[in-house]
């Protein structure tokens, strides 16, 4: 299923459960508007009707009353009219839905419309005993037809009161049933939409994380990406994959040839430098701005070689075939050697070089000195000759931490940027004050030979009247021996306590 198919389908039924209360909802409204609508019209028919039926009665009391008296005909057709509305109005009271309530009123109204046409009849007939006689009973049967008006209004009121009961319980009832389903609905949708989510948003950072690590060099895609999935982020994974299998070859193919360049170079470039010696050594008799030139020529032709060199170091470890050479070595000796190979280049720029090993410091440890001392430290060194002005100091110590044994390279020079210092050890990274450490490529073999050696480097943060500072972190011995840790997990001790640097 399609990453658009699975979203599509996500929404259909997040939608969907969010309809089933609100379709649930709507049928209680309606239901309850019936009942409002049905309690409504059928009480106010009741009413109106049980009201005109008491006006009627109330009127046949007085009509008759003045028609006995006075015998007026038109009285008594008005009192016949009265009687056939009085029928008429029950038994359309009898086809409400309160017609159950007219049982008991339905024999009294028949007796009032009987003992009306009687009267009636008795009256014409100049019986005036009789239909006094008549008369009263009608009155006795008006008077039971009042209270029953007032019996039936009771209870035509107490019904509608039980309809409105029925109303509001289920107008409540509805309202609990739509919360429940509603609060049910946000987490059946809440569920869902996690679920989906996350089944989009755990590869993808798994993707994210493999991109980050082939940024920072790690050409190769992890095992654990979606390579599986029938969708868009598993052609992305394997779309991934296959980038970075190219991105290695050619990473390869580029180590290969700058190793194989440099080797061609390093030939030519030393008869340069070898004949460089000859003609300065030999030409005794040339000019001195001639020797000056000859004596140049040597000199950057050693620095061509010194760069080649690195370029094949370079290449050699990003093939990983550099081999180191691991001796036993002894620090004072190793320091008091490092002190001796740079003190000239530092006298001669004006500068101080201090060497200081601590007391505590193993008397031998294991690693390659000449690495070290070159490539390491050396680079450390000169970059901070050539950027400590004069009558400055640089600081080279040795000391002894918990793991292993440390170096710390300190100058008085202008120090790193902030905005370059986490960049110094990347490859070919030439601006401004990274340039000047080591032109592209110094500190990164060098973070590379150290790393090589079970240990990491580190620029510090600064100290007050100082400029940069590097600490350089190593076991005493990179293959076990006298360190317990292995390599991997000093370095990741030595990283942990980079924030604990003093």
Request: glycine share 8%.
């Amino acid at each position: 299923m399609s990453v658009r198919t699975r979203l599509l389908s996500m929404f259909g039924l997040v939608t969907g459960i969010m309809l089933v209360p609100s379709v649930f909802t709507a049928s209680r409204l309606s239901r309850l508007s019936d009942v409002a609508s049905e309690g409504r019209t059928n009480h106010a028919a009741a009413v109106t009707s049980l009201g005109r039926m008491q006006r009627i009665v109330t009127d046949l009391d007085r009509l008759e009353r003045s028609f006995v008296a006075t015998g007026n005909a038109n009285l008594g057709r008005t009192a016949a009219e009265r009687t056939d509305s009085l029928r008429a109005l029950l038994e359309a009271f009898r086809a409400s839905s309160y017609g159950t309530l007219a049982s008991e009123l339905t024999p009294i109204l028949d007796d009032i419309a009987t003992l009306t046409e009687e009267v009636d009849a008795q009256v014409r007939q100049r019986r005036l005993d009789a239909a006094t006689s008549r008369f009263g009973m009608l009155l006795t049967r008006l008077g039971l037809a009042d209270r029953g008006f007032r019996v039936v209004a009771d209870s035509i009121d107490a019904r509608a009161r039980a309809e409105l009961s029925r109303a509001e319980a289920l107008s409540a009832s509805a309202r609990m049933q739509t919360l429940y389903g509603v609060d049910l609905a946000l987490i059946l949708a809440l569920v869902f939409t996690g679920l989906t989510t996350h089944g989009l948003i755990a590869p993808l950072r798994r993707l994210g994380r493999a991109m980050a690590a082939v940024a920072d060099g790690v050409l190769r895609a992890p095992d654990d990406l979606p390579y599986d999935r029938n969708d868009e982020i598993g052609d992305l994974s394997s779309s991934f994959d296959v980038m970075t299998r190219k991105l290695a070859a050619l990473d390869r193919k580029k180590s290969e040839f700058l190793c194989m360049v440099s080797h061609e170079l390093k030939t030519p470039i030393n008869v340069i430098s070898a004949y460089a010696e000859i003609l300065r050594d030999e030409l005794n008799d040339l000019p001195e701005h001639h020797r000056d030139m000859i004596r140049a020529v040597g000199d950057q032709s050693k620095e061509m070689a010194r760069r080649v060199s690195r370029l094949m170091d370079l290449s050699r470890l990003e093939a990983g075939t550099y081999q180191l050479q691991f001796d036993p070595i002894t620090p004072r000796c190793f320091m008091a050697d490092l002190r001796s190979t740079f003190r000239r280049l530092a006298e001669d720029k004006g500068v101080s070089l201090e060497v200081d090993v601590a007391d505590g410091v193993p008397s031998e440890v294991v690693m390659d000195g000449d690495i070290m001392r070159d490539e390491v430290l050396g680079n450390l060194i000169l970059n901070a000759i050539r950027h400590t002005p004069g009558r400055g100091r640089i600081a080279v110590s040795l000391d002894r931490d918990e793991h292993g044994i440390r170096f710390r390279v300190t100058d008085t020079g202008p120090g790193i940027a902030e905005n370059h210092r986490a960049h110094i050890f990347q490859k070919h990274y030439t601006a401004d004050r990274a340039r000047a450490v080591g032109s592209g490529l110094g500190l990164a073999i060098a973070k590379e030979m150290v790393e090589l050696h079970g240990g990491i480097i580190v620029l510090e943060d600064p100290m007050p009247g100082w400029g940069a500072r590097f600490r350089v972190s190593l076991p005493v011995e990179p293959h076990g021996g006298d360190v317990e840790l292995p390599a991997q997990s000093f370095v990741e001790h030595a990283a942990g306590a980079e924030e604990r640097v003093a």
